[in-house]
Nanobody, 122 residues
Framework: QVQLVESGGELVQAGGSLRLSCVAS????????MGWFRQAPGKEREFVAVISSTGGYTSYADSAKGRFTISRDNAKNTVYLQMNSLKSEDTANYFCAASEYNSREQARFGSWGQGTQVTVSS
């Protein structure tokens, strides 16, 4: 288990960019795959992106491909989500999570942060 704290969410205009950060506590961060998920009001939480423990593998939801980039810095125990060309439909609470698997499935992620709110105004 790791403790995760997200930051970077804010109000931004459509077409703008944001970079979310997620800092993990503990010395085992580099052994976990890390994912980003989001939950919009009234909707189910959904997968956004995942990165392997070494950063050599990434996978994105179709809605994120070409606009979002997941990356990590294991020396800083931090995973990032760079979001460009933001749309109003990207408005959601964004969560990072840790998993032993390179997975898109929420059930595979055992540790979750509290989330950071991203609001995109049109």
């Amino acid at each position: 288990q790791v403790q995760l704290v997200e930051s970077g969410g804010e109000l931004v205009q459509a077409g703008g960019s944001l970079r979310l950060s997620c800092v993990a506590s503990g010395r085992t961060f580099s052994s976990y795959a890390m994912g980003w998920f989001r939950q919009a009001p009234g909707k189910e939480r959904e997968f956004v992106a995942v990165i392997s423990s070494t950063g050599g593998y990434t996978s994105y939801a179709d809605s994120a491909k070409g606009r979002f980039t997941i990356s990590r810095d294991n020396a800083k125990n931090t995973v990032y989500l760079q979001m460009n060309s933001l749309k109003s439909e990207d408005t959601a609470n964004y969560f990072c999570a840790a998993s032993e698997y390179n997975s898109r499935e929420q059930a595979r992620f055992g540790s979750w942060g509290q989330g950071t709110q991203v609001t995109v105004s049109s």
